[in-house]
């Protein structure tokens, strides 16, 4: 069965600096892997989805993730933090029935510093 | 906005009363999933309907039940509600089944409180 690993419960940056979100997949093939993105007292937003087209996939707002077969890693990123990307992250895989069942990880919540 | 719609935004009840979710599927897509939300279990699926048809089911309780009408609308029925119902739940929809590569849009979700 597929599952995911978030790696950090929180993160805290500066404006202005990079984002770093960790996840590692678990699938026994090639999974489909999103991340997505629940700001307070709101529904979740798709940032980003791989789909084995290209390895490197750039999402909406300058996040960008980097998926890597040998790491079973799916890192989400950005060069540069602003404030309204203080949120929580679902880094999710896609159940390998066919049925599109989502999976998702504990979630990653980014705080942002002035 | 998502195109998904669900109502109500917040419903607080008792314990052992039932309760309706309803949620509205983007326009032409025919599969509906709904997620539990809750602290200690996080985002788990629940149930798949597409096109009127039960396709996959996850941890759903047998208290709760669902279904999906002509009109592609949705909704799960709580009963017999316990403390530990209280979540935040969410409907998605996308395009198509059986492939892993759609999307699911999410709708803003419906907060259960159970007193």
């Known amino acids: 069965a597929q599952s995911v690993t978030q790696l950090d419960s929180h993160v805290s940056v500066s404006e202005g600096t990079p984002v770093l979100l960790r996840c590692n997949y678990s699938s026994s093939y090639s999974p489909s892997l999103f991340w997505y993105v629940q700001h307070p007292n709101k529904g979740l937003q798709l940032l980003l989805k791989y789909t084995s087209a290209a390895t490197l996939v750039k999402g909406i707002n300058g996040f960008e993730a980097e998926f890597k077969k040998s790491e079973t890693s799916f890192h989400l990123t950005k060069p540069s933090a602003h404030m309204s990307d203080a949120a929580e992250y679902f880094c999710?895989?896609?159940?390998?029935?066919?049925?599109?069942?989502?999976?998702f990880g504990t979630g990653t919540r980014l705080l942002v510093s002035p | 906005d998502s195109g998904v719609t669900q109502t109500p935004k917040h419903l607080i009840t008792a314990t052992g009363q039932r309760v309706t979710l309803r949620c509205s599927p983007r326009?032409?897509?025919?599969?509906v999933y709904w997620y539990q939300q809750s602290l200690d279990q996080g985002l788990q699926f629940l149930i798949q309907?597409?096109?009127?048809?039960?396709?996959a089911k996850g941890n759903i309780l047998e208290r709760f039940s669902a279904q999906q009408f002509p009109d592609l609308h949705s909704e799960l029925n709580l009963s017999s509600l316990e403390l530990g119902d209280s979540a935040l739940y969410f409907c998605?929809?996308?395009?198509?089944?059986?492939?892993?590569?759609?999307?699911?849009?999410f709708g803003p979700g419906t907060r259960l409180t159970v007193l």
């Open positions: 309907y597409y096109n009127g048809e039960e396709r």
């Open positions: 999710v895989v896609s159940d390998d029935t066919g049925f599109q069942k989502l999976v």
């Open positions: 998605a929809s996308s395009a198509r089944s059986g492939s892993s590569y759609n999307e699911q849009f």
């Open positions: 326009s032409g897509d025919l599969s």
